[in-house]
């Protein structure tokens, strides 16, 4: 196990609503990561949290929003829930928003919009 | 244009065989990390190996190995003596030093067949 836990594991949700997702990271971690994985296809990049502040953001819409706290843990919001957001949503944390070695991913929120 | 290429969607190995997965990569920065994770069905991410842009000698991490050739803009991993529990998806990763987010492939399914 990586020390990274995302909650919750499962959730459905119904087209337009919102939906909070939480990702408590690695003891020392000051960076999180987070990305979407449609059935099928490798993760996309949402957008990357450190020490608090956004620190880049891929091709996503600004009801995909986040969050990061003091002790790092994170969250992404997802406004007006679209069927094409059912997808795997994996966090990853690191050490440092530069150039690391590795980042440790959680096990994922799998998220069904019906 | 897409900056991972992952052309084998499926392989079946053998048990205790060796495997190569296939991964070509198209980026404009002369610094960059590559990397390799699995993620088995339950959606986890695992980190199996990292190779940089500037480093002179192939990475191994125990039964895996990275098979860098810079010039080809290739980055192939090699398991050796497979097992039935690297029975996975692989994908394939980059990170460019100019940028915050990690770029992934397709993946590829690996069967190791007993």
């Known amino acids: 196990e990586t020390g990274v836990t995302q909650s919750p594991t499962h959730l459905i949700k119904t087209r337009g609503q919102q939906v909070t997702l939480r990702c408590s990271s690695q003891s020392g971690h000051n960076t999180v990561s987070w990305y979407q994985q449609a059935l099928g296809q490798g993760p996309q990049f949402i957008f990357q949290?450190?020490?608090?502040?956004?620190?880049g953001r891929g091709n996503f819409p600004p009801r995909f929003s986040g969050l990061q706290f003091p002790n790092y843990s994170s969250e992404l919001n997802v406004n007006a829930l679209e069927l094409d957001d059912s997808a795997l949503y994996l966090c990853a944390s690191s050490l440092g928003s530069g150039r690391e070695t590795e980042a440790f991913f959680g096990q994922g929120t799998r998220l069904t919009v019906v | 244009a897409q900056k991972i290429t992952q052309t084998q969607p499926g392989m079946f190995v053998q048990e205790k065989e060796a495997v190569t997965l296939d991964c070509t990569y198209d980026t404009s920065d002369p610094s960059y990390g590559l990397f390799w994770y699995k993620q088995p069905s339950s959606g986890e991410m695992i980190f199996l190996i990292y190779q940089g842009s500037y480093d002179q000698q192939n990475a191994t991490e125990g039964r895996y190995s990275l098979n860098f050739q810079k010039a080809r803009k290739s980055a192939n991993l090699v398991i050796s003596a497979s097992q039935l529990g690297d029975s996975a998806m692989y994908f394939c990763?980059?990170?460019?030093?100019?940028?915050?987010?990690?770029?992934f492939g397709k993946g590829t399914r690996l069967h190791i067949l007993p």
């Open positions: 949290y450190y020490r608090e502040e956004e620190n």
């Open positions: 990763a980059m990170r460019e030093d100019r940028d915050d987010k990690i770029i």
